[in-house]
C-alpha cells in the first residue's frame, strides 16, 4: 500500500469514529521508526550519547548515589523488529535510564487522609491524590508499574511529573541525563506493546526486571529532540481535529432534532416550509443510525396527525364509527354480557393535542376499544410443560420480534377451562406491557397462550378500530407523553385499566386507518433496510482506517 | 406412555415433597424398580434366572395393580419394608444385581407422606408399558427431558453434557469391541449410553460380541441422584447389571487403584470449580496435591489408561492456562501422552449451567505430545449464544469431523509446538493466530465495500426521500 491511498481517502479515514486514537498511534510508531522527521548525518550519533549516559551512571555508582546493577543479556536479533535508520541504536532500556524506584514510599490512603494536602501523590496512572511532604522535586518519567492499563491501555501508561510530588510503589520512576531524553522514552513506551514484559492476566505487572529489558530504538539526541517536537505539534492538531469532529457531530446531531420537530409538530401555516427544509436535506439528517430511530418517531407523530395519507371525504367519519361503537356496547350490556360502567368524562379542550383533520375524532381509548387483563394464575398453577404463559418479558420479546424462550407454562386443562369460562386471547388481540417497562406491545398471530394480569393489558381485536392503529399509537410520541403524565407521582408505575380507557387518541376513519397503517409498515421497512445498511457503512468505515493507519506504520 | 408433567403435578399436592429436585428423586427410584421389574420378564425366560428382590419387594407384587396396596397401609410398606428390604442388599445381596439395587436404594428416600397420592403417581408409572418395543423407544425421549429438566432443578445440572457433545466426543474417540470404557464422574451415563450405542451399532456382529460388550462399559459416580438415573438410563439401553459404582473415583489412592494402566477408552466432563473434602488429595503424589477436583481427575485419567489408551475430557479454560499444581500436571500429561487436539468451545454450550469456556481435549497414552491442533468451534449462522431452546446440535461438528483426518490450519484451526508451549510455561490457552482483523485487511477491499455500503444507504435514503415527499406533499 503506498501513503497515497491514505491522502486520496484522508477525509473518509479521518472521520471514522475513534480516528483521533489511532491517529496518534500511527504518528508514533512511524515516529519510532524514524519516518517522522528527516535524518541529519552530522548528528552525534546514538552510540555515543549510550556511552556518556554509562560514564554519568558509573560516576553515580562511585559516588554511592545509585546502586551498581546487574549486567543485562546483549539484545538478540529477535529482540529487534525493524531495521533503525543509520546513527540510531538498539539499547535495552535500562542502559540508558537512572531508576530511581528505591526512593518511592507508598502511604495508605487512612494514612493520607491525616496528612495535610499540599503535594501531589503519583499512583499508577497519574496524580491519585496530595500529601503534605514530596519524595522528588524534578521532572521524572513514570512508568504504571501494575494493573489493566499495562494490557488495554486505556491512558498512556508513561507519563511525565513535575513539580514536587510524592510516588508510591505501583510507578516506577526514571531519571535520565536530561529531560528530552526522558521526553522522547515516554513517547517511545507508550508506542510499543508491553505485552511481553507483563506478567499476570488477572493481575499485570511489568516489573523492575521486565522492564529493564525492554529493547528501545534509541536515536541521536538531536534527533530525538526533533522527534519530540513533531509528535507535540502532530498531537496538537490531532486534538484540535477532535475537538473540531466532536463540535461536528454535535451541531449536526443539533440540527437532526430540531428539523425532525419542526416538522412532526408544524403547525398548519408552516408545514411545507419545515417539510421541504427536512427533505431537502434528508442526506444530513439520515447519516447515522441513531438519526433512522429520530425519523421513526417523526413518522408515527405525523401519521398521528393525519398527514401521512390524504383524506377522503367519502368515507364513514369516525363520529359515525363511535355511535356504532356505542351502540353494539349498548347491546351487549343489555345482553348481559358485558358490565355497565361509569361513563368516561367527555374529553376537554386541553387533552386535544392538536387539530385533527376533518372526519376525524379525538376519543378515549375506553369509548373505543373494549380493554381487560387476564384471570389470576398463582405461582403453584406454574408448570414445566404445556400451554405457554407470557410475562411482560415475552411479550416485550414478541414485539421486537425476537426469538422468545418460554419458561413458564400452565397446563393444557387449566387453559382449557379459562378458555371455557371465560375466553383466552384469540388471534389480533393487542398485549400492552402495562407495569414496568410500559408500552411494548405485541398483536397475537393466533398461538395458543395465557398471561399475566396486572403486568400485561389486553385489547381484544374488533372490526371497528383497528388494532394495529393503535399499536401505532402506543409506539407514538404523543402516548409516552401522556403515559408520563399518567403514571408520574404515583408510587407504583403501572398503567391500570382505568387509567388506559381515560387516554385519549385521534381516531381517524375506518379505511384510512389502515392505508395509515401501511404507509407507516412501508416506511419502517426501509427504515429498517437504511439502519442496517448504516451500521455497515459505518464499520466498513473504521474497518478501513485502521486498516490504512495499520499499513502505513508497517514495517516493509 | 408416562406423563412426567402429571406425576409432578400430583406430587405437588403431597405435602411431604419439596421442590423439583425431590420430585425428581422420588420418580428417579420409582422408575427404577418399575423397569427392573419389566427387564425381570425378559431375564425370566432363563430359567436359571433368580431375582435378587423378595417376593413382596417386587414391582409387580406391592405395586403393578391399580387398585392394590394404598393410603396408609402403601405408605407403610414402602417406608417399613420396601425401603429397609431393598438397602439391606448392598451388603447382603448373594450377586452382583443385588448389591446394585441396595446401592441405589440407600441413595433414595421416599419423600410422599399421602398414600392416595403416591399410588396415584404409581398409576402413572404402570402406564409405561416397557417391555413395548415401541414404548421403549419413547422411553429413551422422556429420560432425556428428565435428564434436561435437572438442568433447571439447581444445580443439578453439573450431571449433563448436551448431547451434540456428548456424540461427538464418543465419534472421534471411536471405542472398539474389546475394548474397556470408562467414564470416572459418570453423572447420568450420558457417554457410557452413547459409546455403548456406538460399539453397539458399528461393532457389534453376533450374540457373543453382545454378551462381551455388557462388561466393557464401566463408570462411577459420586452423588446418589444421577448415580440411580445412570443406572436406570445404562438397564434401559439393554445394559443387564450396569458396572456403575456408587463411589468417588478419587477417594482411593491412585498406586494401587485397581483400574491402573487397564482402561482403552475414557470419555468424560468431570466437575469443575469442585472442591474435595480434606484428605482426598493425599491419595495423590506431593506435587500434584490440589483440591481441584478436576485437576485431580486428570491426573487419575493419565494413570488409568492402558498404553495407547485414549481420552476425551471436557475442561474449561481455567485448565488451560492455570498455574502451580496445574502446570505439572499439564507437563505430566503432555510428556506421557500425545494431546493432539483441543476443541474450543464457544461460551454458553453448557448455558444456562455455566457460562464459563469449556474446552474437549483429546490424548493418547505412551507417546509425548510434539504439537497440538487447535480447533475453535463457531456458534453457527445467526447464534450470538446457545440457550435451552436453541441447543448446540451434533451436525455443527460436521466441519471437525471433515478436518479430524485431513488438517489443515484455517481460520478455525491452528497448530502449537511443544516447544513454544513449554517457553510458555505449558500454557495451553493458544488464542486462534487466523482471525483477520480489520487491521491486516487490504485498505482498498476494505474500501470498496465501504463505498458500497454506502451507496446502498443512499440509495435507501432516496427511496424515503421520495415515499416521504409523496406522503407529505412536497418535492424530492
Not at chain 2, 468451534?377 to 449464544?385: A, D, I, Q, R, T
Request: aromatic residues 8%; negative net charge; charged residues 25%.
Amino acid at each position: 500500500m503506498n501513503t497515497q491511498f491514505l491522502f486520496d481517502n484522508f477525509d473518509l479515514i479521518a472521520q471514522a469514529p475513534g480516528e483521533v486514537a489511532k491517529l496518534k498511534e500511527t504518528i508514533l510508531k512511524l515516529a519510532m521508526q524514524g519516518k517522522l522527521v528527516p535524518q541529519n548525518p552530522d548528528d552525534e550519533p546514538a552510540e555515543e550519547l549510550i556511552k556518556r549516559i554509562q560514564a554519568e551512571k558509573d560516576k553515580l555508582i562511585a559516588e554511592g548515589k545509585l546502586k551498581k546493577e546487574k549486567p543485562l543479556s546483549p539484545l538478540t536479533e529477535v529482540e529487534k523488529p525493524y531495521k533503525l535508520p543509520v546513527g540510531w541504536e538498539w539499547v535495552r532500556f535500562a542502559n540508558i535510564v537512572i531508576n530511581r524506584d528505591g526512593e518511592r514510599i507508598p502511604v495508605s490512603s487512612e494514612e493520607r487522609a491525616t496528612k495535610e494536602k499540599i503535594y501531589d501523590y503519583y499512583g499508577a496512572s497519574g496524580v491519585i491524590d496530595k500529601i503534605d511532604k514530596y519524595l522528588f522535586d524534578k521532572p521524572l518519567l513514570l512508568i504504571g508499574e501494575d494493573g489493566a492499563n499495562l494490557i488495554n491501555r486505556s491512558t498512556p501508561i508513561a507519563f511525565i511529573a513535575e513539580g514536587k510530588y510524592w510516588v508510591n510503589n505501583h510507578s516506577h520512576v526514571l531519571d535520565a541525563i536530561n529531560i528530552d531524553v526522558l521526553l522522547y522514552l515516554k513517547n517511545y513506551i507508550n508506542s510499543i506493546s508491553l505485552e511481553s514484559y507483563v506478567t499476570g492476566t488477572a493481575q499485570p505487572k511489568m516489573n523492575q526486571a521486565k522492564m529493564n529489558s525492554i529493547a528501545v530504538a534509541f536515536p541521536p539526541l538531536a534527533e530525538q529532540i526533533r522527534i519530540v517536537a513533531k509528535i507535540d505539534e502532530l498531537f496538537a492538531r490531532c486534538d484540535a481535529l477532535e475537538n473540531e469532529h466532536s463540535r461536528q457531530r454535535e451541531r449536526r446531531q443539533a440540527y437532526v432534532v430540531s428539523s425532525l420537530h419542526h416538522l412532526a409538530d408544524a403547525q398548519e401555516d408552516t408545514f411545507a416550509l419545515f417539510r421541504d427544509q427536512a427533505l431537502g436535506n434528508l442526506d444530513t439528517i439520515l447519516a447515522t443510525p441513531e438519526d433512522v430511530k429520530k425519523l421513526r418517531q417523526a413518522i408515527l407523530t405525523l401519521a398521528m396527525k393525519g398527514k401521512l395519507v390524504p383524506q377522503n371525504s367519502e368515507e364513514e367519519p369516525s363520529a359515525e364509527l363511535l355511535k356504532r361503537i356505542k351502540a353494539e356496547k349498548e347491546q351487549l350490556i343489555v345482553e348481559g354480557k358485558l358490565r355497565k360502567e361509569k361513563p368516561l368524562p367527555p374529553i376537554t379542550e386541553e387533552e386535544k393535542l392538536y387539530e385533527v383533520p376533518a372526519g376525524w375524532e379525538w376519543v378515549r381509548l375506553g369509548d373505543a376499544v373494549n380493554v381487560k387483563s387476564s384471570k389470576r394464575i398463582y405461582e403453584s398453577e406454574y408448570c414445566s410443560d404445556g400451554i405457554p404463559f407470557f410475562r411482560s418479558k415475552e411479550i416485550g420479546e414478541l414485539g421486537r420480534g425476537a426469538e422468545i424462550r418460554t419458561e413458564i407454562y400452565i397446563s393444557k386443562e387449566k387453559f382449557e377451562s379459562l378458555k371455557g369460562n371465560y375466553g383466552v386471547p384469540q388471534k389480533g388481540d393487542l398485549l400492552l406491557t402495562s407495569v414496568g417497562s410500559i408500552g411494548n406491545t405485541w398483536i397475537s398471530d393466533g398461538r395458543e397462550f395465557y398471561y399475566k394480569d396486572g403486568n400485561i393489558t389486553q385489547i381484544a381485536s374488533q372490526e371497528t378500530v383497528s388494532n394495529e392503529f393503535i399499536q401505532q399509537f402506543i409506539q407514538s410520541p404523543d402516548f409516552r407523553r401522556q403515559v408520563i403524565d399518567t403514571v408520574s407521582g404515583t408510587a407504583y408505575n403501572a398503567l391500570t385499566i382505568i387509567k388506559i380507557n381515560n387516554l385519549v387518541f385521534p381516531l381517524p376513519p375506518l379505511a384510512e386507518q389502515h392505508r395509515i397503517i401501511a404507509k407507516i409498515e412501508e416506511l419502517f421497512a426501509k427504515c429498517d433496510l437504511l439502519e442496517t445498511a448504516l451500521r455497515k457503512a459505518e464499520k466498513r468505515q473504521v474497518g478501513l482506517m485502521e486498516s490504512v493507519l495499520h499499513h502505513v506504520a508497517a514495517i516493509q | 406412555m408416562l406423563n412426567i408433567k402429571r406425576m409432578q403435578d400430583i406430587m405437588r399436592m403431597d405435602t411431604g415433597v419439596d421442590g423439583d429436585a425431590q420430585r425428581i428423586a422420588q420418580i428417579t427410584w420409582m422408575l427404577f424398580l418399575k423397569i427392573f421389574d419389566d427387564k425381570e420378564q425378559e431375564y425370566e425366560l432363563d430359567d436359571n434366572y433368580r431375582s435378587s428382590l423378595s417376593e413382596d419387594c417386587r414391582w409387580r407384587n406391592w405395586a403393578a395393580n391399580d387398585e392394590g396396596l394404598t393410603s396408609d397401609e402403601l405408605i407403610q410398606f414402602v417406608n417399613n419394608t420396601l425401603f429397609p428390604t431393598l438397602a439391606n442388599l448392598a451388603g447382603a445381596a448373594r450377586n452382583q444385581q443385588g448389591r446394585l439395587i441396595g446401592q441405589i436404594m440407600n441413595g433414595s428416600a421416599n419423600y410422599m407422606k399421602s398414600g392416595i397420592l403416591l399410588r396415584q403417581v404409581i398409576n402413572e408409572i404402570n402406564n409405561l408399558d416397557y417391555t413395548s418395543q415401541k414404548e421403549r423407544h419413547l422411553f429413551n425421549d422422556v429420560y432425556e427431558t428428565i435428564l434436561r429438566d435437572l438442568q433447571s432443578a439447581g444445580n443439578a445440572g453439573e450431571y449433563y453434557t448436551p448431547r451434540a457433545v456428548t456424540q461427538f466426543m464418543v465419534d472421534m474417540v471411536d471405542p472398539q469391541l474389546g475394548e474397556l470404557v470408562f467414564d470416572p464422574a459418570c453423572g447420568t451415563g450420558g457417554f457410557l449410553v452413547c459409546a455403548y450405542e456406538h460399539i453397539r451399532t458399528k461393532y457389534v456382529k453376533g450374540v457373543e460380541d453382545y454378551t462381551n460388550l455388557q462388561h466393557a462399559i464401566r463408570g462411577v459416580e459420586k452423588k446418589p441422584l444421577p448415580y440411580t438415573l445412570g443406572v436406570t438410563n445404562l438397564i434401559s439401553h439393554g445394559i443387564e447389571v450396569p458396572g456403575i459404582d456408587h463411589d468417588n473415583s478419587l477417594a482411593r489412592p491412585i498406586k494401587d487403584h485397581p483400574l491402573r494402566d487397564k482402561i482403552h477408552v475414557i470419555i468424560t466432563n468431570p466437575p469443575f470449580g469442585g472442591k474435595e473434602e480434606d484428605g482426598i488429595e493425599n491419595n495423590f503424589p506431593a506435587a500434584y496435591k490440589t483440591k481441584e477436583t478436576a485437576d485431580l481427575f486428570l491426573f487419575l485419567i493419565t494413570e488409568l489408561l492402558a498404553p495407547n489408551g485414549r481420552a476425551a475430557i471436557v475442561l474449561p479454560d481455567g485448565f488451560l492456562f492455570g498455574e502451580g499444581v496445574k502446570t505439572r500436571i499439564k507437563e505430566k500429561l503432555l510428556t506421557e501422552c500425545n494431546l493432539h487436539t483441543i476443541v474450543r468451545m464457544p461460551n454458553g454450550v453448557f448455558a444456562p449451567y455455566t457460562g464459563i469456556n469449556t474446552n474437549l481435549l483429546f490424548f493418547t497414552k505412551g507417546e509425548a505430545t510434539k504439537e497440538i491442533w487447535y480447533y475453535e468451534h463457531p456458534y453457527p449462522e445467526g447464534y450470538k449464544s446457545y440457550s435451552k431452546t436453541k441447543p448446540i446440535r451434533i451436525e455443527e461438528f460436521q466441519a471437525e469431523k471433515d478436518w479430524w483426518n485431513n488438517r489443515v490450519e484455517s481460520e478455525r484451526a491452528w497448530k502449537v509446538d511443544i516447544e513454544q508451549i513449554k517457553v510458555n510455561n505449558y500454557n495451553l490457552d493458544s488464542k486462534n493466530p487466523n482471525v483477520i482483523d480489520d487491521a491486516h485487511r487490504d485498505p482498498a477491499e476494505l474500501l470498496a465495500e465501504y463505498h458500497k455500503a454506502a451507496a446502498a444507504a443512499q440509495a435507501l435514503r432516496e427511496e424515503i426521500k421520495h415515499l416521504l415527499a409523496d406522503a407529505l406533499g412536497g418535492k424530492a
